[in-house]
């Protein structure tokens, strides 16, 4: 069965860091693309970031220079360093992966960046 697992959200004043982690499980994980998605409040879904099998970075307009996603296929875990954080940045942000046409989604973990 497959899991995701998101943490290291939490809350940061603007121009602080944190480090997001997805630990996945029940697929074979360095075999896929990963995927960082975020919802801000009242709004919809919102691609970050993407990180291929083999390690290829691709980023929103919005984060790119701030944000850097990476993996490690041992721990098979995605990462998400996020820095210079704006308030803009606070959302619920979600780990993602695509299997035979389906999603499957952590639970999500919320950043709120605030003075």
């Known amino acids: 069965q497959v899991h995701l697992v998101e943490s290291g959200g939490g809350l940061v004043q603007p121009g602080g860091s944190l480090r997001l982690s997805c630990a996945a499980s029940g697929f074979i994980f360095s075999n896929y693309a990963i995927n960082w998605v975020r919802q801000a409040p009242g709004k919809g879904l919102e691609w970050v970031a993407t990180?291929?099998?083999?390690?290829?970075?691709t980023y929103a307009d919005s984060v790119k220079g701030r944000f850097t996603i990476s993996r490690d296929n041992a721990k098979n875990t995605v990462y998400l360093e996020m820095n210079s954080l704006k308030f803009e940045d606070t959302a619920v942000y979600y780990c993602?992966?695509?299997?035979?046409?389906?999603?499957?989604w952590g639970q999500g973990t919320q950043v709120t960046v605030s003075s």
């Open positions: 993602k992966f695509t299997f035979l046409s389906l999603d499957y």
């Open positions: 990180i291929s099998s083999r390690g290829r970075t």
